[in-house]
C-alpha cells in the first residue's frame, strides 16, 4: 500500500479484489476481539475470586498466628514446593495456562518437639502457598490474552483507518484516471474524424 498505486485497469482490478478481502476479513476480527474482550473479563474476574479466596484463608490464621510466630523459620524449613501443575489450554485461538494444583514437599518434623498447632499451621501453609501459585498463573493467562487482544484491536484499526480508506481512495483515483483517459480518446477521435471528413469535403 505505501508503493505509488499504478493507474491502469490490472491495478484497478488489484485494488477491488484488495478491499473486497479487507471488508470479509474485517467482520472477522470483530468477532475475535468480542470473544477476547469476554475472555479478557472473565480471566479478571478469576482473578479477583481467587484473591478474596487468599485473603479469607490469610484471615483464617490469625487466630493461631501468634502461636506460631516463633516457628515461622521451621515451617518454611517443612514446606516447599515440589511442582506447580498446569496445562496449556486453548481459549479464543490463544494458549494459555490452565493452573491444576500444587505437589510440596514435606520434610519430617518431630512431633514432640513441636506443639499440636503447628500441623494446622503447615496444612495453612499449603493452602495459602497453592493459592498464591494459581493467582500467578491466572495473572499469566491474563497477560497473554490481555496481549492478544491488544494486537487483534490494532489490526482492526489498520483495516479501518488505513488500508480500507486507502484502497478506496486508489480505486477512485484509477477510475477518475480511466475516464479522463477515456473521455481524452473520445475527444481524439472525434477530432481525427473530423480532420478526415474536411479532407475528403476538400
Known amino acids: 500500500m505505501a508503493d505509488k498505486v499504478k493507474l491502469n485497469k490490472n491495478s484497478l482490478r488489484e485494488q477491488n479484489i484488495n478491499l473486497k478481502l479487507y471488508l470479509e476479513f474485517l467482520p472477522t476480527l470483530e468477532l475475535r476481539k468480542q470473544q477476547l474482550q469476554s475472555e ?27 502461636r506460631i510466630s516463633g516457628m515461622l523459620q521451621e515451617l518454611k524449613d517443612t514446606v516447599s514446593i515440589e511442582k506447580v501443575h498446569r496445562e496449556i489450554i486453548n481459549v479464543a485461538g490463544v494458549k494459555v495456562p490452565q493452573f491444576r494444583k500444587v505437589s510440596f514437599n514435606r520434610s519430617p518434623y518431630s512431633l514432640v ?22 493467582i500467578l498463573i491466572l495473572k499469566e493467562k491474563f497477560a497473554l490474552l490481555d496481549k492478544e487482544l491488544t494486537k487483534t484491536t490494532q489490526r482492526i484499526n489498520l483495516y479501518e483507518k488505513v488500508l480500507i480508506p486507502q484502497t478506496r481512495e486508489n480505486i477512485r483515483k484509477i477510475k477518475v484516471y480511466l475516464g479522463d483517459q477515456q473521455t481524452a480518446a473520445v475527444c481524439r477521435a472525434k477530432i481525427a474524424k473530423n480532420k478526415i471528413l474536411k479532407r475528403t469535403a476538400d
Open 40 to 66: 479478557v473479563g472473565a480471566s479478571r474476574n478469576e482473578i479477583t475470586a481467587a484473591a478474596q479466596e487468599l485473603d479469607v484463608i490469610l484471615k483464617s490464621a490469625e487466630s493461631f498466628a501468634g
Open 113 to 134: 518437639a513441636t506443639p499440636w498447632i503447628f500441623d494446622s499451621a503447615v496444612k495453612f501453609m499449603e493452602t495459602a502457598i497453592g493459592k498464591r501459585e494459581q
